[in-house]
């Protein structure tokens, strides 16, 4: 399994700020991918971020609101933009195990308080 | 659209006290069945994968089942350390998204 890190753990924004994740894997991979886990809910896929082409959005999710980049195969980070109350949750990012296996493996994962 | 469904949403057991918890599942080609065990603070840390129906997976005193609807996590004599939210997923045939249930709290105590 890949080791995971994530800047900052936790964070307290202003309503209108923007705050930037960092996603770093020790090991080289080809799909990096960003959940949102909100109070109380289950993990929801932001979006998949392919190194060298823009990123994936699922639906519900814009890229005006979630800029994500993708510069090489060990990095990524994800942009929240124009903060409001409801985008309080825990941002985690993931990555696929190696072969055909297909389970994703998640970094800590990054508690933003947005007042 | 694909759901998937964990019951209970909190449990408390004695030590030593198995039980079983729940996710049952509706999805157009199941690719894989995730378990997950995630604790305060931390990220999902992965358990198995299961992929057909029949198959089973072991490690220490968790043991999980799947078919063709529903999977189960057994767990066989919990100690405290077992405490924890546990949380299934799947992934269909087509996407990468692992569609995850909302988890089941789980309380073990002395």
């Known amino acids: ?115 | 659209e694909d759901q998937v469904t964990q019951s209970p949403e909190a449990l408390r057991l004695q030590e030593g006290e198995s039980s079983s918890l729940n996710c049952s599942y509706t999805v157009s080609g199941l690719r894989g069945l995730f378990w997950y065990r995630q604790d305060p603070g931390k990220g999902p840390e992965f358990l198995f994968t299961l992929y057909s129906a029949g198959e089973e997976k072991e490690k220490e005193r968790l043991k999980a089942t799947l078919t063709k609807k529903e999977s189960f996590l057994h767990i066989t004599a919990p100690k405290p350390e077992d405490s924890a939210t546990y949380l299934c997923a799947v992934r269909q045939d087509s996407g990468y998204a692992l569609n995850f249930g909302k988890g089941t709290s789980l309380l073990v105590t002395p």
Do not use: H
Request: proline share 5%; charged share 15%.
């Open chain 1, 1 to 115: 399994s890949a080791v995971i890190s994530q800047k900052p753990s936790r964070d307290i924004c202003q309503r209108g700020t923007s705050l930037t994740i960092q996603c770093q894997v020790d090991s080289q991979v080809t799909m990096m991918f960003w959940y949102r886990q909100q109070p109380g809910q289950s993990l929801t896929l932001i979006a998949t971020a392919n190194q060298g082409s823009e990123a994936t959005y699922e639906s519900g999710f814009v890229i005006d609101k979630f800029p994500i980049s993708r510069p090489n195969l060990t990095f990524s980070t994800l942009t929240v933009s124009n903060l409001s109350p409801e985008d309080s949750s825990i941002y985690l990012c993931s990555v696929e195990g190696r072969g055909t296996s297909y389970e994703q493996y998640f970094g800590p994962g990054t508690r933003l308080t947005v007042t």
